[in-house]
């Protein structure tokens, strides 16, 4: 098994860049030594042009792929709640987005190599195809090739396979998943799994073997090509830190998906 | 002297893309059939991304060149109060604010091509060394090839020149002048002029001639290649098609001052 | 029949103050005329703090009571859009734009005497009972003598009676109805009815009779206590007073359900 | 001098509700235990309708009188930025906060007993009279029993006096002064002092013997009825608890300068 071992790859993203004014969030430069590709706020959510400039600068610095992480144009609500815009203005909005923080991506020197849905809308565009499209929508316009990560069998990736533009799963590594591949609501319990040794392995084995133990016990395929980990928190930056470590120890090759 | 008006040449700009939302200002339409260059909103102080999308769209299909009117963040104010931010909170609010535009321009076939400030920061930037560098910092590491419209004199058009962008100075053909060159503040009586036929005129001499007849008479010298034309009521859009009928009858050529 | 007409009365409600900065929405003063009731915008789906001094000054010197028009915090979608706010978020952002307002009515010598959701929050209402008990308990903690104006039948009138505040159910006087006591949706044909002579009738006819003939001709009940009309367009404002006309024709008494 | 300490009064104010959604700033439960009025953020600078609930229930758990921290609406800037507000705007922008606020105040079973102006429109006010007065005009016409809190000697308090509102000078602990009675910039070496036990004893002078050291050895007299502290780090708070203590110690009452 050594050989499959040494050919598997895997990559590890996180979002960056939502501080905003004088409000922090997140320990960015920590997470970017740990991750190989950046989901940085855009500014609707969180995240303003001179926290883009500061994350861009850090990520490309480290190498770190730039992705967009756009989001609903709701400061207070960060995200996560659904607003239910038009497929027209949310696919403006995600372009308005995507130029914004291309700018700091270039000027970093670097890019835009990819968009992920942030928050409520990551969520919205799992089962509806009107603002999966919208998304993909912009992404397409702006630059066929940008990739889209988001989450296996979604409304989002089917979009983006039929704009053909690369669609790049991601799986979740302290999150608790179903017999059915999706993930336990946050309001269940045992849904987010904050044991280091726990998270590490799971890594491991989701990039080595594809599969999770689902919490009834059941093997999972989960065909992730990106490994989502948080950075909000000591405690998030030190889980990511240990899941990387047990993946460079496996012998998997941590890089981005893009470029 | 036939040869020499043969000669002439100006750009017409005017301000497009400021409704938000629900909320309608100007005649985007009608103002794009006019001009040659357009100032389009940024979202900042007004314009949201559907309109960004419209009026790229439109100004892309009347050959209308592209221009960023970058504002401070002050939808409530429409950009029109003094907003002291630092040097680097404004470049990176600009630098935002031209690649939020440019996506829906390239989208639209055409590019940004040129800067404008709006409003408070116009005015600021005519005297603000720090607010004018920190414009033409964002301009310039964006896009050299960007060139700058502002105010003859201007610390702004200064500024552009020392980092070796085009500055380009407008002159405005409804306003009273004095005679320094400045305007007259629009808190005096005679600031604004409404008869057609002297705004048709005072475009006429001051493209032809590079002058202008101030408010006490004196002659003033006006280098401008840009001349500034309002749009946002019928009444304006009304002068502005005097002013480009009067300039074509003229025989000067009314083109784009970039491209 | 003449002895039942004369006793009839009515309200008529308008929505107001929804300019915002330098965008003007409506002619508020045109409709304080017409109305008895002004639905004034709080400022979080339309409304700036001026703006709500005038309209609450302007409401005051023509003796029209004040409701808060209280939204979604969406300036960008003018409040049109659902917002998945939980409970608590949605109830403190009603108490603050109630408080906000009340401000400028008790300068204005008025006070707040009702509210009225808007937009997209007045459609979920009807059927959310979440977010109808959040706006519900925001206005009885605020002041239980508030009234609570809104669709008959709809969940936000059902939670103001269970929290012992005055419900009062209105009417639409340019919108078609169907069968069931509904309105007709405005993507259908016929759903907005543009003829002053039919609007004014169906006005009198819902004041007098508590009726309304639906789409399909059938002879709906609505037991409407005030009657919603348009400001938003001179045709609006010409509409509603045909109404208003009609009604003080007709012998009914046109004054506020408040106060 | 025994008797004049026990007689010795004193109000210690602080900042509280200024998170704003998924962003947290200042420790407010911990602050709210020390100091006796809390200027809550109203939602234009800092805070949102949920945080200011959280703050204005703690405070009234507490016994802590609730003042407006009224602030420019640059929710970026974090308030920190002049904004060149027209008179009548700023007064209308004032009242807004001032009723918004209220409401929550009034719903934890309190009230608004004071205002206080936040960052950049603190420090625009004390010399700008213009502002001042705008201030001023809204609290006045709010509410006439409102006491203003404020920079001694500033324009603010001038005009509270003049609108026969209850003005009141306060203090800074932990910052250095010069000969003249006003701060020394922050941008100087040594104008923000931060060993506990300097801080803990210039509260107890400046309560005590109403003077303070400026930074050049001079003593100048301060009559401040109140006394600043923050409580935005855990290091504010211990040194406002340790402030807090010295006065106790000291035999200063410490109790709010309204109610």
Redesign the interface.
């Known amino acids: 098994m050594v050989s499959e071992r040494a050919i598997s790859a895997i990559d590890l993203n996180s979002d960056v860049g939502e ?7 997140g320990d960015d430069e920590s997470i970017l030594r740990i991750v190989t590709s950046a989901n940085v706020a855009c ?1 609707f959510h ?1 995240g ?3 926290t ?2 500061l994350a861009c600068s850090a990520a490309a610095a480290h190498g770190v792929r730039i992705g967009a992480q756009v989001g609903y ?6 995200g ?7 497929e ?2 949310l696919r ?2 995600v ?10 991506a ?2 970093a020197g670097s890019e835009v190599a990819y968009l992920k849905p942030h928050g ?1 809308l990551y969520h919205a565009t799992i089962d509806n195809a009107v603002q999966a499209r919208a998304v993909v929508a912009a992404a397409s ?2 630059d066929p090739s940008l990739a889209v990560l988001g989450a296996p069998g979604s409304e989002l990736l089917a979009a983006a396979r039929r704009a053909d533009l690369e669609a790049v799963p991601e799986a979740f590594i302290d999150r608790a998943y179903r017999g059915d591949g999706r993930l336990v609501p946050r309001s269940e319990p045992g849904s987010v799994i904050t044991d280091p040794a726990a998270v590490a392995a799971r890594a491991v084995r989701l990039a080595v073997d594809r599969t999770v133990e689902a919490a009834d016990g059941a093997v999972v395929e989960v065909h992730a090509r990106s490994l989502c980990v948080h950075g909000d928190s000591p405690g998030a930056v030190a889980l990511a830190g240990a899941a990387r470590a047990a993946l460079d120890a496996a012998g998997v090759a941590v890089h981005p998906f893009t470029g």
Chains 1, 2, 3, 4 share one sequence.
């Not at 501080?19 to 969030?25: E, P």
């Not at 996560?80 to 038009?86: G, K």
């Not at 372009?95 to 700091?104: I, W």
């Open positions: 501080s905003f004014g004088a409000w922090t969030i500014g969180g303003d042009p001179s883009l400039r144009p709701d400061l207070l609500g960060f996560r709640r659904f607003l239910d815009m038009s027209s203005e403006d909005a372009l308005y987005q995507l130029g914004a923080l291309d700018a700091f270039q000027v409520a316009e702006y």
